[in-house]
T-cell receptor, first 113, second 116 residues
Framework: AQSVAQPEDQVNVAEGNPLTVKCTYSVSGNPYLFWYVQYPNRGLQFLLKYITGDNLVKGSYGFEAEFNKSQTSFHLKKPSALVSDSALYFCAVRDSGTYKYIFGTGTRLKVLA | GAGVSQSPSNKVTEKGKDVELRCDPISGHTALYWYRQRLGQGLEFLIYFQGNSAPDKSGLPSDRFSAERTGESVSTLTIQRTQQEDSAVYLC??????????????FGPGTRLTVL
């Protein structure tokens, strides 16, 4: 069965510091991995995805994520956090053999000025 | 261009009544998804449409839930005999499903359903 875990409900980081939002997954086939962001009073927006190829993928707003097959992880990172990055972040996985996407429970990122 | 739209934005209903939620996907997007997001929880997959067909209905919680799509466009999610546990935000998303079919989804603003 597919599953996604976001172990942290909330991450606090000071503005200008690097940030990491963690995600681990479990699938039986090859994983398709995604990060989405939900800003207050706005719908979910796509940030980045890993399908195949280079393990480090770059996305919108300066975010990047690293696919680690041995650790079954896909952590979201940004070298220097902005207050405007404060939002709810969701990791999602799809097993290559299915149409079904599984979303994590979300991690609330709070960037402090 | 226009994004994914959903209506109504809010719906309050009494237990036992039927409700119908509507989703208008982005034009040309053949894939359409419905999700449920309960307060403080992640997104729960309900159903996937490719065109007007639903190859994966595995997430529908019970036979009170049904969905259809017509014209490879509008989709409606119907909940019959609503229960209080159906209270949630119902999200619709669409994507361009090319041959590889792993494109990002574009989400609508959701319908907040409250069952009293």
């Amino acid at each position: 069965a597919q599953s996604v875990a976001q172990p942290e409900d909330q991450v606090n980081v000071a503005e200008g510091n690097p940030l990491t939002v963690k995600c681990t997954y479990s699938v039986s086939g090859n994983p398709y991995l995604f990060w989405y962001v939900q800003y207050p009073n706005r719908g979910l927006q796509f940030l980045l995805k890993y399908i195949t190829g280079d393990n480090l993928v770059k996305g919108s707003y300066g975010f990047e994520a690293e696919f680690n097959k041995s650790q079954t992880s896909f952590h979201l990172k940004k070298p220097s956090a902005l207050v405007s990055d404060s939002a709810l972040y969701f990791c999602a996985v799809r097993d290559s053999g299915t149409y079904k996407y599984i979303f994590g429970t979300g991690t609330r990122l709070k960037v402090l000025a | 261009g226009a994004g994914v739209s959903q209506s109504p934005s809010n719906k309050v209903t009494e237990k036992g009544k039927d409700v119908e939620l509507r989703c208008d996907p982005i034009s040309g997007h053949t894939a359409l998804y419905w999700y449920r997001q309960r307060l403080g929880q992640g997104l729960e997959f309900l159903i996937y449409f490719q065109g007007n067909s639903a190859p994966d209905k595995s997430g529908l919680p019970s036979d009170r839930f049904s969905a259809e799509r017509t014209g490879e466009s509008v989709s409606t999610l119907t909940i019959q005999r609503t229960q209080q546990e159906d209270s949630a935000v119902y999200l619709c998303a669409s994507s361009y499903a090319g041959t590889a079919h792993y494109n990002e989804q574009f989400f609508g603003p959701g319908t907040r359903l409250t069952v009293l």
